[in-house]
T-cell receptor
Framework: AQKITQTQPGMFVQEKEAVTLDCTYD???????LFWYKQPSSGEMIFLIY??????QNATEGRYSLNFQKARKSANLVISASQLGDSAMYFC??????????????FGTGTLLAVQP | DTGVSQDPRHKITKRGQNVTFRCDPI?????LYWYRQTLGQGPEFLTY????????KSRLLSDRFSAERPKGSFSTLEIQRTEQGDSAMYLC??????????????FGPGTRLTVT
């Protein structure tokens, strides 16, 4: 069964520094998608970045980049130049079987990031 | 605002009562998902619609739960005879499904249910 593991319940980072949030995944499917979402205290899940299993390059979106190491089955999120507004819960998720019937997301337990001034 | 909207944002109900939540997806999105999130956990999949057809239901969706998406637009999630264990955040998401794949899912603000 597909599974996402986030081993860091909480992280602190100083404002303007970079931070890496860990995510490992388990799947036997050769084709899959990996996502990172941000959930502020307001509750809404905000899409940040996507990496396809066949993508040759690591995904980047502004200050967000995804360090995709396929052999290690890891998809760590790197946030550069942290801002106070980055304080939130961050979830790693896997899309089940792209092209399959559902494309539902399987989420990890999340990492709570606190950016300190 | 053209994002996913959910109503109500908060609902407090007594055990045994029925509740209904509404989700309005992004207008051009043909796929709609319901997830449930309990404290300290990531969202868990409940059910999925492609247009008006409900194509998958999780084992989490007991027979007290029912979801509809008439006309392939908005969706409702009803919980009958609520139990305290139903207390959670109910999230709706939509996406533009394309042949052989799917774009990212966009989530609404959620409905927080408290069963007393």
């Amino acid at each position: 069964a597909q599974k996402i593991t986030q081993t860091q319940p909480g992280m602190f980072v100083q404002e303007k520094e970079a931070v890496t949030l860990d995510c490992t995944y388990d799947t036997s499917d050769p084709s899959y998608g990996l996502f990172w979402y941000k959930q502020p205290s307001s509750g809404e899940m905000i899409f940040l970045i996507y990496q396809g299993s066949y993508d040759q390059q690591n995904a980047t979106e502004g200050r967000y980049s995804l360090n995709f190491q396929k052999a290690r089955k890891s998809a760590n999120l790197v946030i550069s130049a942290s801002q106070l507004g980055d304080s939130a819960m961050y979830f790693c998720a896997m899309r089940e079987t792209p092209g399959g019937a559902t494309n539902k997301l399987i989420f990890g337990t999340g990492t709570l990031l606190a950016v300190q001034p | 605002d053209t994002g996913v909207s959910q109503d109500p944002r908060h609902k407090i109900t007594k055990r045994g009562q029925n509740v209904t939540f509404r989700c309005d997806p992004i207008s051009e999105h043909n796929r709609l998902y319901w997830y449930r999130q309990t404290l300290g956990q990531g969202p868990e999949f409940l059910t999925y619609f492609q247009n008006e057809a409900q194509l998958e239901k999780s084992r989490l969706l007991s027979d007290r739960f029912s979801a509809e998406r008439p006309k392939g637009s908005f969706s409702t999630l009803e919980i009958q005879r609520t139990e305290q264990g139903d207390s959670a955040m109910y999230l709706c998401a939509s996406s533009l499904g394309v042949r052989g794949g799917d774009y990212e899912q966009y989530f609404g603000p959620g409905t927080r249910l408290t069963v007393t």
